[in-house]
């Protein structure tokens, strides 16, 4: 039996890039990570970003992380499932 994150097939390799500034990330987001990732970990997230094929625009790394369609982060790349992209506010 294999595993949700098996089952979706890797459709985009997206590269992961460093910013000047942390764009703002919604408070649903981070309150949905915490537990997930360490706070040291959250603050270097936050100040990557990504240029989401889905979205076709750039967007805060983890809005990425927190999204659907993400399946893993491997060395400075994101595998991207492609489906729908999950929209915070």
Do not use: W
């Amino acid at each position: 039996m294999l595993s949700a994150t098996q089952e979706k097939e890797t459709k985009f390799y997206v590269k992961i890039y460093d910013i000047d500034k942390a764009p703002k990330v919604p408070k649903s987001v981070t309150q949905s990570l915490k537990g997930v990732a360490s706070g040291k970990m959250m603050a270097n997230m936050k100040r990557e970003a990504i240029f989401c094929p889905v979205l076709n625009r750039e967007r805060p790394f983890l809005e990425c992380f927190a999204c659907e369609s993400f399946l893993r982060r491997f060395k400075g790349e994101v595998h991207c499932a492609g489906g729908p992209a999950t929209l915070f506010e």
